[in-house]
């Protein structure tokens, strides 16, 4: 069971990315997906999540109204939209997969839920 992430790269503010993490089992289409970053020196952060079926999202404030979330199960998908993007975004992000068993935030940006986690990959915002 594995988790890929694709998508990172480089970019000035105010540009734009598209992160996107694939599931190597469909078993995965009925598990909660997060997106997490970890910065250099900084301890990993939550940054987005979405429900099972893609009708709950959840985002660190941060990022709210510049990053998007969405999934696309029948192609074990997730995806992270970046836009508006800021020299603080810089990070290695990773996608996360984890058991549906409650429903809210605290729940959704925890680490300890997810049990499946991609590789990483490097994203970095230049001023």
């Known amino acids: 069971v594995q988790l890929q992430a694709s998508g990172g790269g480089s970019e000035q503010t105010g540009g734009s990315l598209r992160l996107s993490c694939a599931a190597s089992d469909t078993t995965f289409s009925t598990y909660i997906k997060g997106w997490f970053r970890q910065a250099p020196g900084k301890q990993r952060e939550f940054v987005a999540a979405?429900?099972?079926?893609?009708?709950?999202?959840w985002y660190t404030h941060s990022v709210k109204g510049r990053f998007t979330v969405s999934r696309d199960n029948a192609k074990n998908t997730v995806t992270l939209q970046m836009n508006n993007l800021k020299p603080e975004d810089t990070a290695v992000y990773y996608c996360?997969?984890?058991?549906?068993?409650?429903?809210?935030?605290?729940?959704?940006?925890?680490?300890?839920?997810?049990?499946?986690w991609g590789q990483g990959t490097q994203v970095t915002v230049s001023s």
């Open positions: 996360a997969a984890g058991r549906s068993t409650s429903d809210s935030y605290s729940y959704y940006s925890t680490e300890a839920v997810y049990d499946y």
């Open positions: 979405i429900s099972w079926k893609g009708g709950r999202t």
